[in-house]
């Protein structure tokens, strides 16, 4: 079993090991926030089991275990161990041969109460459910400011493998000469032996680039005497997009509309900076446009840090509704203008409580230019839940819908 903990990037880092493990005809579950599915000699379904949760509880995770080991013959598994699931034991009874860091930054205070609360959950991945393996590995950012903490929650064992920008150790998996275009990103790697190779990504972001590098250190190490380099490459070529993860859902026509899953600080200004980049490469002058609320009932302290990241990287900002639940929608948004430290003229800053009003104001705003609008937030999430009911609602759909009356309409 392999595990990927991380505020951010679990999704698209199981996705693309999934995706290398089945092009090589090795049998491998999926378990994760998508849900849950199977590549076995037999099938090669894009179809997913739903879960309630990321990491499902642990009477239904051994179950769907059971199910891919005994129904399917599945004899690898790749999921995503959330905090919340390793601190109410929802992997009890896992033996994971391979633990993976993507990163650590705030999120889920209002579970966590605190940082170090939440550190020291994401640590039980290596200290307690990697030890219990004969031969593990550890995977690890080592541009991560907490990397020492999780190496040091290592068992004695373990064989520690890290990747970043830099090298770090003798055991590095190493990304330089990063570039990016509209068709995608190229850099080259560096591996522990010394050997250097190119690697292409039709997908955008240097948080690509991380999350391929922990992928390339994941397959090399653990399964060298299935897959080479090479190939692994060649699988990561040709990944695609998972939903809801900087997702382009209208491309240049003339404008452009990506759907994103950031819910943190961090990953709003990672998403950003993103599009920044890619707009860069596309026209200079046009305008990033990010749509985004924060959760109902959840961290509120991550509220205005998101409105600060909005303020410092976006040119017009909608801020909107994202599940409020239970919480007053306009005091969350409230929570988030907070942290807006500048005066912001109306042409700049506008909020909608609807969010589909949200959505068709940006659209409407970029309708005539050259501009990325960022809907963040939701990704693949298929429903907006209120006070005491949820309601369909997608992202994607609620685009689709508006470019095709603007379509008709002749914009």
Same mark, same amino acid.
């Given at each position: ?21 089945? !092009? ?9 926030? &998508? ?42 598994? =790749? ?11 929802? =992997? ?14 705030? !999120?889920?205070? +209002? ?28 995977? %690890?950012? *080592? ?26 150790? /003798? ?25 250097? /190779?190119?690697? *292409? ?22 399964? +060298? ?5 090479? /190939? ?16 382009? %859902? ?18 709003l200004e990672r998403t950003m900076k993103n599009g920044r980049q ?22 509120? &302290? ?5 409105? *600060? ?18 919480e007053n929608p306009q005091s969350i948004i409230d929570d988030i203008?907070?942290? %807006? ?29 050259? !501009? ?9 999430? +298929? ?11 997608? !992202? ?6 508006k470019y095709k009356q603007m379509m008709q309409n002749n914009f």
């Amino acid at each position: 079993m392999i595990g990927v903990t991380g505020t951010n990037g679990k999704t698209t880092v199981t996705h693309m090991i999934e995706k290398v493990l089945s !092009d090589a005809k090795v049998t491998v579950g999926l378990i994760g926030s &998508l849900g849950y599915r199977c590549h076995d000699h037999e099938r090669n379904t894009n179809e997913y089991m739903k879960t309630d949760c990321t990491t499902p509880y642990a009477w239904l995770l051994q179950t769907i275990l059971n199910e891919m080991k005994n129904k399917y013959h599945i004899e690898n598994v =790749v999921m995503e161990v959330s905090s919340y699931g390793l601190a109410v034991e929802r =992997v009890y009874g896992c033996e994971f041969s391979v633990a993976i860091l993507t990163n650590f930054t705030q !999120d889920h205070l +209002s579970f966590h109460k605190t940082m170090d609360n939440y550190l020291q959950v994401k640590l039980l991945l290596f200290s307690k459910y990697l030890s219990r393996s004969l031969s593990p590995n550890a995977i %690890i950012n *080592h541009d991560d400011p907490s990397y020492e903490q999780f190496i040091n929650a290592c068992p004695s064992n373990a064989q520690v493998y890290t990747y970043g920008l830099t090298k770090k150790n /003798q055991n590095s998996f190493v990304a330089y000469n990063i570039k990016t275009s509209i068709n995608g990103t190229n850099y080259t790697i560096l591996l522990p032996s010394g050997e250097t /190779q190119c690697v *292409h990504l039709t997908i955008h972001g240097e948080f690509n680039v991380y999350n391929s590098l922990a992928c390339i250190a994941t397959c090399l190490t653990t399964y +060298s005497h299935l897959l080479t380099l090479d /190939q692994i490459i060649q699988s990561l070529e040709k990944f695609e997009t998972v939903k809801g993860r900087f997702e382009f %859902i209208i491309c240049c026509k003339p404008f452009s509309v990506v759907v994103d899953y950031a819910h943190t600080s961090d990953a709003l200004e990672r998403t950003m900076k993103n599009g920044r980049q890619w707009l860069v490469e596309f026209n200079k002058n046009s305008r990033l446009i990010i749509v985004f609320g924060c959760g109902g009932n959840k961290d509120q &302290l991550k509220r205005p840090l998101m409105g *600060h990241v909005a303020e410092e990287n976006a040119d017009i900002i909608i801020i909107t509704s994202d599940n409020p639940r239970q919480e007053n929608p306009q005091s969350i948004i409230d929570d988030i203008l907070s942290g %807006i430290q500048q005066k912001i003229d109306n042409n700049r800053l506008y909020i909608e409580l609807d969010r589909e009003k949200a959505i068709h104001l940006a659209m409407n705003l970029a309708k005539n230019r050259n !501009d990325l609008i960022i809907i963040a937030g939701k990704g693949h999430e +298929s429903t907006q839940i209120l006070a005491d009911h949820s309601i369909q609602f997608s !992202d994607q759909e609620v685009v689709k819908n508006k470019y095709k009356q603007m379509m008709q309409n002749n914009f």
